[in-house]
């Protein structure tokens, strides 16, 4: 700092402010939170010497003037905590600010002067100083009484009405600090507030052509509203619909991913493109865009929103791929590059170029497409294979969407390396899916959660999580029967707020895989049309709806910031638990990880942390059976068969 | 980000870095090294999809253009590892730049490709596409190289031509990286680089006036000159003294701290500023400039740097009082204000007010004591309690001293909070005071010591321990006799690379405190002359002198990232070993906590991490005792006797 930098800095700021929490990066990316939640904010605040100091959290929406203040109060050490709540959906800032308070710190002296007798009446004038300098900044009835206190402090008889008045003085005066020299964090951080569902939504993915009940008929979009009254019955507030694209001819793939295709094959939805349009048209078999509305209406009066895949890459016959040749790498001979994962190839599809120099239009027209289907009613985007797209795209593409459209929610389809799936959720993306659906054993679910739920990384990055998808059938739903659904299906509901399921073959138990060692479906609806029979004896969806009212009437498991895991003397029995602080909301959840089975343990609770005195008796009510227990103890005995149930989610009651 | 903020950035940045290590406080301050040391980088380095990334970590002096490049290498889990040596004294800069390689992206799946025996004419004619991209940026024969191997591998033998030189095509290729789209951190770190005694330095004070053996003399620089072959043959090479400069009449306090003073009381050094002058005043009874530049240049031919003391506050009278009555707070009885901690007041100390609306020349003039002594010869300041002046003073302040004077030690004698004291080091101060000389069991010792050096405290905070100090004769030297002065001694010389004694009454085994309950010297010298008699038989000359050398001839004991704490079955023994990678110098340190009672125990040492095969026998010589012991396994058998010896300095070899 040279001289000359004497004039960018005010050298009287004596307070530093450091290490404030919770920031991502520094403060590079924002934190998260949904409407009604509160961010609580902890920072390092001191200044050089004795002198008392004062630190407020301020806060505001982004763009608006003047700051919102909330005094912050010391935890010892140095550190700071404050609080507030955000109200409004959209993009807050927040920072600390902090002063040396002189009249604060005189006040603290003069008691320890007082009480060794000391003469004061030099200090009397020096705080009548400090009055008469708060003055100015007040008016009407405080101003008035400033001017007496001044008065008083200075006259003969200044230590008697100081000693009589001091609890009023101070609580004048601290309305008007002086903060000429106050120290701010600069720039402020940011939290980027999103509604309800993107903290807690229950996701039911499925294929609207399959929706016609009958595998020769091509499903529609009015078939599709046939199926809300049964997913709204089983608690599903999403519907995740596959691309709705017209689907590509060239290379189209067959049945069960065959290069060879029947004349009658309907193709893969993330085949993007054909000549009846690209990603802003709709597949005609599968309706119009007034059909559309009226799913997304008919959704809606269900408290259902409609999500859109939107995957990025097109068909050789996407309509981009004349009108925009420069948004796709050319080969020497002049056709367009095609994606591959050397050696394999797949040609029936163009991946975008982002290094092309067009890459501005490119992006504003990305952009557009979300903006497209944003302008008809959808407010939910599932995006496919993100991880494969420049990040700096999604940080410029996610920032104008919201910006027009701030409720809407992004789920990132990204199975990668961690700290790329991280990096997505810090540029923007609203929900994360995650290596959930191969976590198995207790050792893997146990450190996975702790990390996604008790480090820096909940407060960027919302977990969702799927038992399956359409392209994943996990080798414990292959080969665990119906208990692996039932455990995995509640060990998804329980452990995050956020989960789904690719529902007709989860529901009705499929299980075969397209070959053996592979985790793709049997006749994939990813190629073909199905028709599924929900009639099934061991059908899941009584089971499902019990779940999701359990999730629905337990706000424990609306969040998952209290997630806490909990000993089992058997590895095969996990144990966890949640609570809502608001209204004491507890939830414990057991559940067996052998899916063939049965197996016994006890489970320990901590019953101090709760609050529960040793020796006092309480009640589990398990929501998934029914039972109510009288539990006494920290130590608990539990049996889990996969031929009943193998897991219990247990309300926590003091009795 | 709006449309209009694509101007501002390059939307073909694939690449992502995060998590710069080492960094304080995300880069707003700089780390700290000595010339001669290594800075290890670490990053994480990613791009979207599936491309090869190559990262490079970039280095230079401040304030030069361009920058060196030292290629980094993947850690796993998309960490990255790169390291630079720093090998002149001043400001360097550092950061980690990386970009998506194409060629090496290519090469890697043309290998796949090859492997599975696909068609691969097409891909060599993209990689003779690369390799033609390269050419403009090479001369000479590698501008040669590039076009004969883009026609090869256009060729119809291409290829055969590939394969038989891919090696070379390769590392030809590495040379000329398409970095147009690079990414790089921005602003990048800092390391402040200061010469080896930052790192490892030998302090000892005393009080020149102390210096002419006879306490009714007044010494000076010169008898101090006569002390320079002692404390040379000890092992010093800082000789620190208390401040030089006139010292105030008015309110000076006697002996012991006496408000009562006596017309021959020679007044505390502290008490900074008379007629004669102030800060850059030198006390008359002491000599003269010339006397000083005397004393340094001796010191100098021994190795050893002369370190005065800078302590901002002054006598009311000191000719700053009424030159700049602006610089100090006023009270209302138009007298200026003394330092207090109410209710106790020091009336012979005038604070400045780091508030003044003058702080601009304030901070100017205060900087310049700094630069005179610099220019004077002077190197090394200890400053005396800086938490208590404005932090950004000392930010501005050491910057400018260390532009002009890039040499120079700053030590903190700073014992306040730890916030405070790390911030301190953090705005550039060289080296800290820190709360060893009140750590007394091996639990204190070893959560300290490990938070100092195992943490990122580590990367900006250099301890400097003191057993006493003229303000502190810790407890345990009043009571615990010559094994506590041994103990303590031989903790502060290991435990820390830097470390100091304030000398003489620490010789001396000076134990005598003013008042019990007291931590004051009694008849310190802080008021008064004394004479020193270092004839005495358990006078610990000798041992210091033996410590010291232990410390020059070890590398080990030269830092202190290596220090670890192993276990003892004696909570009075504690043991912790420090190892030089350089040299594969290893110093096992034992140490005696009880300073009355001999103490038996088992050691157990990491012989693994040392590459000491279980069974093999090693030897460790103790280089206080002198003896040696073969030892074998990792526990071992150590008995310390305050009496004789309560502390041994193990070198271990293998055997």
Redesign the interface.
């Known amino acids: ?3 000359t ?2 004039q960018a ?1 005010e ?4 307070v ?1 402010i ?2 404030v929490q919770p920031a991502v ?2 403060g590079l990316f924002a934190i998260k939170r949904t409407v009604g939640e509160t961010v609580t904010v902890t920072a ?1 605040v ?5 002198d008392v100091v004062t630190a407020v959290l301020l806060h505001r929406p982004q763009g608006t003037d003047g700051w919102q203040e909330v005094p912050m109060t010391p935890l010892g ?2 550190r700071w905590r404050g609080e507030f709540q955000v109200d409004q959906i959209g993009r807050h800032e927040y920072t600390v600010g902090a002063w040396v308070d002189a009249f604060e710190s005189w006040h603290r ?2 008691k ?2 007082i ?2 007798g ?1 003469d004061v009446a ?1 200090d009397l ?2 705080g ?2 400090l009055v008469e300098g708060a003055a100015p900044s007040a008016s009407g009835n405080d101003a008035r009484l400033l001017r007496d206190w001044q008065q008083r402090l200075e006259g003969p008889q200044g230590l008697v009405a100081y000693q009589a008045g001091v609890a009023k003085l101070d609580q004048l005066m601290r309305r008007y600090p002086d903060r000429r ?1 106050a120290t701010e964090c600069d720039p402020p951080y940011v939290v980027v507030v999103d509604r309800e569902k993107a903290r807690f939504s229950t996701w039911y993915e499925l294929f609207p052509r399959s929706c016609a009940g009958d595998a020769t008929r091509h499903g529609t979009f009015r078939d599709c509203i046939e199926w809300l009254p049964r997913l709204a019955d089983m608690g599903f507030d999403v519907l995740y619909l596959p691309p709705i694209h017209p689907i590509g001819n060239t290379f189209r793939k067959g049945k069960n991913n065959n290069v060879e295709c029947m004349p009658d094959d309907v193709g893969s939805p993330w085949a993007i493109g054909a000549k009846e349009g690209g990603h802003k048209a709709i597949h005609p078999r599968l309706g119009t865009l007034d059909d559309l509305h009226a799913l997304v209406a008919a959704a809606r009066e269900r408290g259902i929103d409609v999500a859109l895949d939107i995957g990025f890459q097109c068909s050789p016959d996407h309509p981009y791929v004349n009108e925009h040749p420069e948004w796709f790498r050319k ?3 002049g056709t367009i590059q095609y994606a ?4 394999k190839k797949y040609q029936d599809i163009y991946p975008f170029d ?2 092309t120099s067009d ?2 239009a490119l ?2 027209e990305l952009t557009d497409i979300f903006l497209h289907w944003a302008a008809q009613g959808i407010r939910i985007f599932r995006v496919d294979n993100p ?7 999604w ?2 593409c996610i ?2 969407v919201k ?1 027009r459209y701030p409720d809407t929610i992004f789920l990132s389809e990204a199975f990668t ?4 799936m991280y ?1 997505l959720a810090k540029l923007g993306f609203t929900q994360s899916y995650t290596y959930f659906t191969w976590r198995d054993t207790k050792a893997e679910l146990t450190e996975y959660f702790t990390e996604l739920t008790q480090t820096g990384v909940r407060e960027f990055f919302r977990p969702n999580l799927w038992p399956n998808t359409p392209d994943i059938l996990p080798e414990h739903l292959q080969v665990g029967g119906r208990g692996a659904f039932v455990s995995r299906l509640v060990l998804a509901a329980t452990l995050s707020s956020n989960y789904g399921i690719y529902g007709p073959p989860f529901e009705t138990l499929e299980n075969l895989p397209r070959e053996a060692g592979n985790e793709e479906y049997l006749n994939s609806e990813k190629y073909q049309l199905r028709a599924w029979d929900f009639g099934r004896g061991d059908n899941l969806g009584t089971l499902i709806a019990t779940v999701n009212r359990a999730r629905r009437e337990n706000p424990a498991l609306q969040s998952n910031a209290s997630l806490r895991f909990h000993r089992t003397d058997n590895e095969r029995i996990i144990c966890y638990s949640k609570r809502s602080d608001d209204d004491g909301n507890l939830i414990v959840v057991v559940v067996s990880l052998n899916y063939h089975h049965m197996e016994q343990g006890f489970i320990e609770l901590p019953l101090g942390e709760w609050g529960i005195a040793t020796g006092q008796p309480y009640q589990v009510t398990d929501l998934l059976g029914g039972q109510t227990f009288t539990w006494q103890g920290a130590h608990n005995f539990v049996e889990l068969d996969p031929r009943k149930l193998p897991a219990h989610i247990f309300r926590v009651t003091q009795a």
Chains 1, 2 share one sequence.
């Open positions: 700092m040279d001289s930098a004497f800095i050298g009287r700021r004596r530093a450091e290490n990066d520094c390092d001191f200044a050089d010497g004795h050490n140095d002296d003069l320890k002067r009480d060794v000391q030099i004038r020096i009548a100083a020299f080969r020497p001979d591959e994962n050397p050696p982002f290094e890459w501005k992006w504003r991880h494969t797209k420049a990040f700096g795209f940080e410029y920032g104008e910006a390396r961690p700290k790329v990096r």
